[in-house]
């Protein structure tokens, strides 16, 4: 039983899948076009890049240090390494309700998207006018039993998938899942640049114009790589307590880093030549993969195919992420609370669901149910955004750079010594200068008002 608890990932393969999984999800395909197109573009993308690999790899590695140092869940990972330090406690605290809340309302977005598939199949959309298509979103998003749906429904295949366990539920489907979801990103992108008209849409993702770059954008980029490389919440503690013991931790992070902004850069490959080919506007906000892409796949040839992989995409994307909220949430449950694992799934997912039929309801019954004029999903949202992410990585980077011995940190990065780690200094000062002050700047500009 013991045992069995703390099985981990089979292969170093298995570990980057499955976080990789984490990564790319809703935020890199969904989230990541629509900011680059509301922040200009290619400038945007660079500065989002350096971001990444600067800070996020950095970031990455602390949490895998965590997770397989202590072997533990988030809140028993702090226990664990500062067990005389009560007050770290919470910010584990902090990690699990985030872990609730972006559970809840990714879910709602992911059930949509679900439906989507469905509706592209049946070819829905073909042959509507752009404003039949908005409404059509409307009216379904509105409605109050259909996203709830679909909603239950995704959250049910989670748990499907958590209940089995580290090795043949999570890593077994992310080997799986992670390669077909590139080859369908591939495929997209080639029906993409093969269209007419295609080269502005590659001009706009990848020529840096500078003048189109504000503070704010600079701000959101890297609001951007933190949501996008799952930060500041403990999954990667979670997945890092799974991570073998003769794994690189560098390298996997990475791994990890590379894998998610190549989907990120593939999803805007797919996105921007087709928006710029069909005459639509790339700037369009969150509706742009709901509201826009399904006009732009009703121009081209073999449309409902390419609609219908697309939101198969973006399912299978948003699946794997969602999979691993779940786990950060059943791990601490099994560890902490002593539950059996098939109770702790079907508690978890029976919370998270309560709370996702409040979120989807704000787009219909409840709408006008507003705190601090937010509707419950909005809040949600931004309270872990611009709160709870920022918060929760800027504590887990002090925790490992300060708190933690630095002969233990380096002990994992050199995997006991076995392991050059030359580049242990320039880490160690990230995480201890860099990294914290990057922090504070996103959480003061995030309270002020900036939207992240
Ligand atoms: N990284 C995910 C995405 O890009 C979203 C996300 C943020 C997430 N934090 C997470 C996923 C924690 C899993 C766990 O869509």
Same mark, same amino acid.
């Given at each position: 039983?013991?045992?069995?608890?703390?099985?981990?990932?089979?292969?170093?393969?298995?570990?980057? #899948? %499955? %976080?990789?999984?984490?990564?790319?999800?809703?935020?890199?395909?969904?989230?990541? *076009?629509?900011?680059?197109?509301?922040?200009?573009?290619? #400038?945007?993308?660079?500065?989002?890049?350096?971001?990444?690999?600067?800070?996020?790899?950095?970031?990455?590695?602390?949490?895998?240090?965590?997770?397989?140092?202590?072997?533990?869940?988030?809140?028993?990972?702090?226990?664990?390494?500062? *067990?005389?330090?009560?007050?770290?406690?919470?910010?584990?605290?902090?990690?699990?309700?985030?872990?609730?809340?972006?559970?809840?309302?990714?879910?709602?977005? %992911?059930?949509?998207?679900?439906?989507?598939?469905?509706?592209?199949?049946?070819?829905?959309?073909?042959?509507?006018?752009?404003?039949?298509?908005?409404?059509?979103?409307?009216?379904?998003?509105?409605?109050?039993?259909s996203p709830i749906f679909y909603l239950g429904l995704f959250i049910?295949?989670? #748990?499907?998938?958590? /209940?089995?366990?580290?090795?043949?539920?999570?890593?077994?489907?992310?080997? /799986?899942?992670?390669?077909?979801?590139?080859?369908?990103?591939?495929?997209?992108?080639?029906?993409?640049?093969?269209?007419?008209?295609?080269?502005?849409?590659?001009?706009?993702?990848?020529?840096? $114009?500078?003048?189109?770059?504000?503070?704010?954008?600079?701000?959101?980029?890297?609001?951007?790589?933190?949501?996008?490389?799952?930060?500041?919440?403990?999954?990667?503690?979670?997945?890092?307590?799974? /991570?073998?013991?003769?794994?690189?931790?560098?390298?996997?992070?990475?791994?990890?880093?590379?894998?998610?902004?190549?989907?990120?850069?593939?999803?805007?490959?797919?996105?921007?030549?087709?928006?710029?080919?069909?005459?639509?506007?790339?700037?369009?906000? *969150?509706?742009?993969?709901?509201?826009?892409?399904?006009?732009?796949?009703?121009?081209?040839?073999?449309?409902?195919?390419?609609?219908?992989?697309?939101? /198969?995409?973006?399912?299978?994307?948003?699946?794997?992420?969602?999979?691993?909220?779940?786990?950060?949430?059943?791990?601490? #449950?099994?560890?902490?609370?002593?539950?059996k694992r098939i109770i702790a799934t079907v508690f978890c997912a029976?919370?998270?669901?309560?709370?996702?039929?409040?979120?989807?309801?704000?787009?219909?019954?409840?709408?006008?149910?507003?705190?601090?004029?937010?509707?419950?999903?909005?809040?949600? $949202?931004?309270?872990?955004?611009?709160?709870?992410?920022?918060?929760?990585?800027?504590?887990?980077?002090?925790?490992?750079?300060?708190?933690?011995?630095?002969?233990?940190?380096? $002990?994992?990065?050199?995997?006991?010594?076995?392991?050059?780690?030359?580049?242990?200094?320039?880490?160690?000062?990230?995480?201890?200068?860099?990294?914290?002050?990057?922090?504070?700047?996103?959480?003061?500009?995030?309270?002020?008002?900036?939207?992240?």
């Amino acid at each position: 039983m013991e045992n069995e608890k703390r099985a981990g990932f089979t292969s170093s393969f298995g570990a980057v #899948a %499955a %976080a990789a999984g984490s990564a790319i999800g809703l935020g890199n395909i969904w989230r990541f *076009p629509y900011t680059v197109g509301q922040y200009g573009g290619g #400038a945007f993308l660079l500065i989002y890049i350096i971001f990444v690999f600067l800070l996020g790899v950095p970031l990455i590695m602390s949490e895998f240090i965590m997770g397989r140092r202590s072997g533990r869940n988030v809140l028993g990972a702090f226990r664990t390494l500062a *067990p005389q330090r009560k007050a770290w406690q919470s910010v584990g605290w902090l990690a699990i309700l985030s872990s609730f809340l972006i559970f809840s309302f990714y879910s709602v977005v %992911a059930g949509w998207t679900f439906n989507y598939i469905i509706l592209a199949g049946a070819g829905k959309f073909e042959g509507q006018s752009s404003e039949a298509i908005a409404q059509i979103f409307s009216n379904f998003t509105t409605n109050t039993w259909s996203p709830i749906f679909y909603l239950g429904l995704f959250i049910f295949f989670t #748990a499907l998938v958590v /209940v089995k366990g580290v090795q043949k539920g999570i890593e077994k489907t992310c080997k /799986v899942l992670m390669p077909i979801l590139l080859l369908l990103m591939i495929l997209l992108c080639v029906r993409s640049i093969t269209l007419d008209g295609a080269s502005k849409g590659l001009d706009f993702l990848f020529k840096p $114009d500078f003048s189109a770059l504000t503070a704010q954008g600079v701000l959101s980029a890297l609001g951007q790589a933190l949501f996008s490389l799952s930060l500041g919440m403990g999954c990667l503690v979670t997945y890092g307590s799974y /991570v073998r013991k003769e794994d690189n931790l560098l390298k996997t992070s990475v791994s990890i880093a590379a894998a998610d902004t190549l989907i990120a850069v593939l999803a805007g490959v797919a996105i921007f030549p087709a928006v710029f080919a069909f005459g639509m506007n790339p700037a369009s906000g *969150p509706s742009l993969v709901y509201e826009v892409l399904p006009n732009v796949f009703n121009s081209m040839p073999l449309g409902i195919v390419f609609a219908t992989l697309f939101f /198969v995409l973006l399912t299978i994307a948003a699946l794997t992420s969602t999979i691993s909220l779940l786990e950060i949430l059943v791990a601490w #449950a099994v560890e902490e609370l002593h539950m059996k694992r098939i109770i702790a799934t079907v508690f978890c997912a029976a919370v998270v669901f309560a709370i996702g039929v409040l979120c989807s309801l704000s787009f219909g019954a409840l709408h006008d149910f507003t705190i601090c004029g937010q509707t419950i999903f909005g809040l949600f $949202d931004k309270l872990t955004a611009t709160y709870f992410m920022p918060i929760g990585a800027l504590a887990l980077t002090l925790f490992v750079g300060w708190q933690l011995p630095s002969a233990d940190s380096r $002990d994992e990065l050199s995997n006991g010594g076995a392991l050059k780690c030359s580049y242990y200094k320039i880490w160690l000062f990230t995480v201890r200068y860099l990294a914290p002050i990057a922090l504070v700047i996103i959480l003061i500009a995030g309270s002020l008002g900036a939207e992240m």
